[in-house]
Structure formats: C-alpha cells, structure tokens
T-cell receptor, first 117, second 109 residues
Framework: NAGVTQTPKFRILKIGQSMTLQCTQD?????MYWYRQDPGMGLKLIYY???????DKGEVPNGYNVSRSTTEDFPLRLELAAPSQTSVYFC????????????????FGPGTRLTVL | GQQVMQIPQYQHVQEGEDFTTYCNSS?????IQWYKQRPGGHPVFLIQ?????EVKKQKRLTFQFGEAKKNSSLHITATQTTDVGTYFC?????????FGPGTSLSVIP
C-alpha cells in the first residue's frame, strides 16, 4: 500500500493564479481531510469528506474548494491564490465505523509546500 | 464549540531529562489520539486511548487518559535527540478530528 499520496511536493504560485492539490489514498478509507499548517503552528482543518459525494467545511474553508467523486481521491482547489495561502497542505484519511463521535487513526500524506508570491 | 488545549507550547530539555505534555478538552471525550511530527515531516500516529484512566506504554513513552476523559498526558522518560518534534493530541468531534496546538520539544545533546 502506498498509503496517502500528495502531488505536487512543492509549488510556487503568483497572486491570482489557481491550482489543484491532488490527494489519493489506497486504504479504502471513508473519511478524508485537508489541513493547512502555517510555520510553527498547528493544523487547521480546511475541508473534510465522510464519503464519496459528501464534503463539508472545516475551520478555514474560504478560498478553497473540494470534491470527492471517488473513495480514493480528494483534490483541493485554490482559486485566485493569495499570499495568505502560503502554507504546507496535508491530506489525511481515516476509517470511521459510523459512530460520529469516534474516528480511527488518521494517516497523513507527505504534504505540499505552497508559496504564493 | 470543542476546544483542545495543550501545555506547554514549547519545551527545551537536556538529553536524558524527562518530558511531559498535557492535553485538555472543554468537553468529555470518546477517545484521544497522539501524533508526532518531526521537523519538516508530516504527523504520524502514535497511539489512541479510549477508556477512562487508561495508561499505555510504548518503550520510553507513557500515555494516560484522565478518569473524567477530559484530559490526557504524554510522558517521555530519558529523552533522546530522536524525540525532537511536535507532539499533538487530537480528539473526535462529530465527523471531524480536532488537533491541539501541539507541544514543540527540543532536546539539547
């Protein structure tokens, strides 16, 4: 199993450009998440998905969009990139048995380091 | 809403000293997880605690879940330079997982 893979590893964008961060997991997990981590800070949840076709906002969704057409893929779209979106983006997945107050281990991808100039 | 706090924010220890980080929640938890993130790396799962008062050990690491299931601690005995990184607790909150702000550990050789 490759686990959670993310592409690209690094990217520099100009203000106003757009891009898609790719995330794929091969563990058949139903839950997937996108976090951003600013330098020296903790993880902030951007969007998450509890299954194919279902997405929901996290703590900091503004400026981002997601889709979940398959169990495996959970791409994150940045429209009109801004310097405030300079960060490291982590995708994660986990399995939840359906108890909405319980979730199993989160497996993280290696991250995408994004700089917006 | 759910709030998760961790103390201390930073800790610098001499190699061989012990280290403890604490995680506190504003509400009763169903479970709690601990993750470690090495500098430049991604968070890696360490352990999950589910039962009130539960204590689990992994070599030099001891994890404890409070009796009231509102707090947890991670204790490292005789720190080594390989322990350097940020330690996060994480709690389940209705479909989401909320991470604490983390405790950054530096170990001076």
């Amino acid at each position: 199993n490759a686990g959670v893979t993310q592409t690209p590893k690094f990217r520099i964008l100009k203000i106003g450009q757009s891009m898609t961060l790719q995330c794929t997991q091969d563990m058949n997990h139903n839950y997937m998440y996108w976090y951003r981590q600013d330098p020296g800070m903790g993880l902030k949840l951007i969007y998450y998905s509890v299954g194919a076709g279902i997405t929901d906002k996290g703590e900091v969704p503004n400026g981002y969009n997601v889709s979940r057409s398959t169990t495996e893929d959970f791409p994150l779209r940045l429209e009109l990139a801004a310097p405030s979106q300079t960060s490291v983006y982590f995708c994660a997945s986990s399995y939840s048995p359906g108890d909405r107050d319980y979730t199993d281990t989160q497996y993280f991808g290696p991250g995408t380091r994004l700089t917006v100039l | 809403g759910q709030q998760v706090m961790q103390i201390p924010q930073y800790q610098h220890v001499q190699e061989g000293e012990d280290f403890t980080t604490y995680c506190n929640s504003s509400t009763t938890l169903s479970n709690i997880q601990w993750y470690k993130q090495r500098p430049g790396g991604h968070p890696v799962f360490l352990i999950q605690l589910v039962k009130s008062g539960e204590v689990k050990k992994q070599k030099r690491l001891t994890f404890q879940f409070g009796e009231a299931k509102k707090n947890s601690s991670l204790h490292i005995t005789a720190t080594q330079t390989t322990d350097v990184g940020t330690y996060f607790c994480a709690v389940s909150a209705y479909d989401k997982v909320i991470f604490g702000p983390g405790t950054s550990l530096s170990v001076i050789p």
